[in-house]
């Protein structure tokens, strides 16, 4: 173990030891926040062979709800948000990164536990804790030296995991300048676009046509393997009728979270100011020559004279003075301190004495003021039902869907767990891979129905629009050439774009012939079009104004010499004819100053995306299985 091998060097470890475990537990250690932790080992999910248990669930949540808090989100909305889902997210996927670790052979020992943490934990002041009250603090929050030690491991097994995948990532300087000069090379450029739609209408196609380009081309059209899939909804609206909110939940939510209702006062003011210098050379008076011009305008006011007026003539403050010195109204915090005291606590309607800030001497008089309120329950009602019908709503579905899993785990077919729900098998028509339809149009649902098997049913439910859908393979129809009648209306589409495109095109090459000459300007006024520009200057990826992107739009803008005329270009809509106006070069020197900063961040953005896509292989060798009763249970 690796306390072991501390003990065994613990003269040189004995100090900063304590303080680490400390640090560790504080910022990183689930187990040290306040909330219930189970002392149970029900599981909430199973990861291949281990599972994500109860007592781990609540710590990492705990430690979660805190960081939600800090952001404003209290525990209510980050149920409404599905948030507790994220983090059983995120365990079974530390859960897959330790097995997969675990099953290629990797290994961390005591002394990468004990070196990891004395490299990553230490306390910046360089002072320790004592070893009883690190023991006291693990032990107040149900954690201890052991769980310490597995969650340095496992940490160290994932970053191991990741070098391994990650390791031969390598960032060439050819890379490194392409992408510089993506980000830093920019053009803007005058274009005309020809597009290809006005011309589908002359565009015609016979039959003789249609059947022609079927036989020469029969196998472009071949029909891809398609799933039919049968599947079981749970409609978030047809769940509402069973997802009742009572006014007492209302009033209940309202009274628990009054705060977030309540709404601050305000007063309305305005003021004459008479500024002070603040060093010798702004502008301003010295604070004698200040507060003795700022009585004669008080005395003013008091002797009668019009705040507006005398404002308007004499106050310091430009933004305001115009306006009668009116301020608006302002929240408790808007102004300076020593103006808020007067703003709040003067009656209204009447005048203050001087007040100082740091922008002056101040006249100040309250217009009007409104206290601090709270919004009443019947201008919020509706909001509330709604958040906590959605709840109720998740709750309801999360239950349901808990149920179906358990039944289709046991082999259950798909009807057979529906009916206790009051759910009938919808049949889908036949899907092509990655072309899905409504409520079948999740990507990873589509992605494990082509995994699935004829007469194969996934245990677990999918998120769409739509709702939570569980689905099974009713039929696997293979690729196969097709007959025309199936296809003929793809083949006539094809042959009217073409032949739209090739019209454009010919208008396209015309337009360019008399740019030559003319100007873009000119030849697109002769053929009725329209020259357009980039706003400005636009880098690589972004798209030439409404152009688009392409990549022959973009080789094209970035090797003309500036004033030079492209020649036609294919776009999305048709074709194009650009002109480079400007241009921000490739700068050599700049490159070289940030060349090692690109190449650093091009390698962790590969390496990351390079990971992402082996832990998505990961998820399909590990089964992962959800406890959505035990998780449920959780709430209560």
């Known amino acids: 173990m690796a306390l072991g091998f501390m ?175 993506r980000r830093n090379e920019k053009v803007k450029v005058e274009y005309v676009a020809v597009d290809a739609a006005p011309f589908a209408v002359q565009a015609m196609v016979d039959e003789g046509e249609v059947g022609a380009r079927f036989q020469a081309q029969r196998d472009s059209y071949r029909l891809p393997e398609r799933r039919v899939v049968g599947y079981l909804l749970l409609d978030p609206l047809a769940l509402q009728k069973d997802a009742q909110v009572t006014d007492a939940d209302i009033q209940a939510f309202y009274s628990d979270h009054e705060q977030q209702y309540q709404q601050p006062g305000e007063a309305c003011v305005r003021h004459i100011l008479v500024k002070v210098k603040t060093t010798p050379d702004s502008p301003g008076h010295t604070e004698e020559e200040a507060r003795a011009l700022a009585q004669k305008l008080l005395d003013q006011v008091k002797g009668g004279a019009d705040f507006a007026e005398v404002a308007k003539k004499s106050s310091e403050d430009a933004g305001s003075s115009y306006q009668g010195g009116d301020l608006g109204c302002v929240p408790p915090g808007r102004m300076r301190p020593e103006f808020d005291q007067v703003a709040f606590t003067l009656p209204p309607h009447q005048v203050s004495d001087l007040v100082k800030t740091v922008n002056g001497i101040h006249i100040i008089e309250v217009l009007s003021r409104k206290e601090d309120t709270v919004q009443p329950l019947a201008e919020v009602k509706d909001q509330i039902h709604q958040m906590l019908l959605q709840g109720k709503v998740r709750e309801l579905a999360q239950e349901r869907s808990g149920t179906l899993a358990e039944a289709l785990r046991k082999g259950q077919s798909l009807e057979k767990a529906g009916q206790p729900l009051g759910l ?164 050599p020197a700049a490159f070289a100053q940030q060349k090692a900063s690109v190449v650093s961040g091009l390698e962790q953005q590969q390496k990351q995306q390079l990971f992402e896509a082996y832990l998505e292989r990961t998820r399909e060798r590990f089964k992962v299985e959800r406890r959505a009763v035990n998780l449920r249970r959780l709430r209560g």
């Open 7 to 181: 003990r065994r060097h613990r003269e040189w470890l004995k100090y900063w030891l304590l303080a680490v475990v400390l640090a560790f537990i504080l910022l990183y250690i689930p187990a040290f926040q306040k909330g219930p932790v189970a002392g149970t080992d029900d599981e909430v999910a199973r990861v291949g062979s281990e599972s994500v248990t109860v007592g781990e669930f609540e710590r990492e949540w705990a430690r979660q709800r805190q960081r939600f808090s800090a952001q404003g989100i209290d525990q209510a909305t980050a149920e409404q948000m599905g948030l507790r889902d994220q983090v059983l997210g995120q365990l079974i996927d530390r859960k897959l990164v330790v097995q997969e670790a675990r099953r290629l052979g990797l290994t961390v020992d005591d002394a990468a536990v004990a070196a990891q943490i004395q490299d990553m934990y230490q306390l910046r002041n360089g002072k320790f804790m004592g070893a009883d009250e690190v023991r006291k603090r693990l032990a107040l929050q149900g954690s201890n030296e052991e769980e310490l030690e597995e969650s340095v491991r496992e940490a160290l097994l994932g970053q191991r995991l990741q070098a391994l995948v990650t390791d031969g990532v390598h960032v060439s300087d050819q890379d490194a300048e392409k992408e510089f000069r």
């Open 424 to 587: 009938t098998v919808q049949k889908s028509a036949p899907l092509e891979r990655g072309q899905g339809v409504p409520p079948l149009d999740s990507p990873e649902l589509l992605a494990r129905v082509f995994t699935l098997g004829r007469g194969e049913t996934y245990p677990e439910p999918f998120g769409t629009a739509r709702g939570w859908v569980f689905v099974s393979v009713l039929d696997v129809q293979p690729s196969r050439l097709p007959e025309l009648a199936e296809v003929k209306d793809r083949v006539r589409a094809d042959l009217q774009q073409e032949k739209a495109r090739a019209l454009a095109k010919a208008k396209a090459e015309d337009l360019r012939a008399r740019a030559a000459s003319d100007g873009l300007d000119k030849a697109a006024a002769a053929l009725g079009l329209t020259r357009k520009e980039t706003p400005g200057p636009v880098s690589r990826d972004q798209p030439l104004g409404d152009l688009g992107s392409g990549q022959a739009l973009e080789e094209a803008a970035f090797s003309l010499p500036v004033q030079a005329l492209s020649e036609v270009l294919a776009s999305a809509r048709g074709y194009a004819v650009l002109r480079v106006l400007e241009k921000v070069p490739f700068d």
